[in-house]
Structures are given as structure tokens and as C-alpha cells.
Nanobody
Framework: VQLVESGGGLVRPGESLRLSCVAS????????MSWVRQAPGKGLEWVSD????????RYIDSVKGRFIISRDNAKNTVYLQMDSLKTEDTAIYYC?????????RGQGTQVTVSS
């Protein structure tokens, strides 16, 4: 299993970022995929997940209405569109195999929201 995230960066509050995660080494289209994050000094937190066909998505309450998870099974890629970013969204973001981030994760991509 290999998961490679990209798209992080430094943005101001209210701005947007789009994270991508390219997967390999397993049947991507047959698996739920998740995004989890770890803020400085805190534990790992599940953010969102998406079903195999993309029709079912779930979000932690704090990002509902601001983040959208999606996937392209032809490209073995899962995305996280993050709008209206807040300082409390600052974290390392990981994509993970499986529902609620229960499986292997990638190396992560840093998202910093600061004025």
C-alpha cells in the first residue's frame, strides 16, 4: 500500500486548498478512503471519508459545509477540497485506507492557516 499526499501549504484564514492523494498497491476502487489530521500537540483526528463509488461521504462536524471529499477511481486519487479555512484547521493531513481512517496512512501534507 502506498499513499502519497500533496497540496498542502500556508494560507490565510478564509482561503482554500485542495489536497490530493494518489494511491497504489491495492484495489483503490474497492475501498473506502479517508482523510485524517493531526494538529500540533494533539492526537490523530478523523476528518472525512468516502465510499467506494463516491456516493456516500461523511464529515466531522467542524468541517461540514467547508470541506468536500471526492475521488477519481480512474486516477486512483482521493481529494479534499478545503474552503473557508480557519486557524484551527492547521494540521498535518493524511489520507488513509479504509473507513474512518482505520488503515495505513501516507506521509502527510502540512496545512498551515495563519494571518
Amino acid at each position: 500500500v502506498q499513499l502519497v499526499e500533496s497540496g498542502g501549504g500556508l494560507v490565510r484564514p478564509g482561503e482554500s486548498l485542495r489536497l490530493s492523494c494518489v494511491a497504489s498497491g491495492f484495489s483503490f476502487g474497492e475501498k473506502w478512503m479517508s482523510w485524517v489530521r493531526q494538529a500540533p500537540g494533539k492526537g490523530l483526528e478523523w476528518v472525512s471519508d468516502i465510499s467506494q463509488n463516491g456516493l456516500n461521504t461523511r464529515y466531522i462536524d467542524s468541517v461540514k459545509g467547508r470541506f468536500i471529499i471526492s475521488r477519481d477511481n480512474a486516477k486512483n486519487t482521493v481529494y479534499l477540497q478545503m474552503d473557508s479555512l480557519k486557524t484551527e484547521d492547521t494540521a498535518i493531513y493524511y489520507c488513509a485506507l479504509g473507513i474512518q481512517g482505520g488503515g495505513p496512512r501516507g506521509q502527510g501534507t502540512q496545512v498551515t492557516v495563519s494571518s
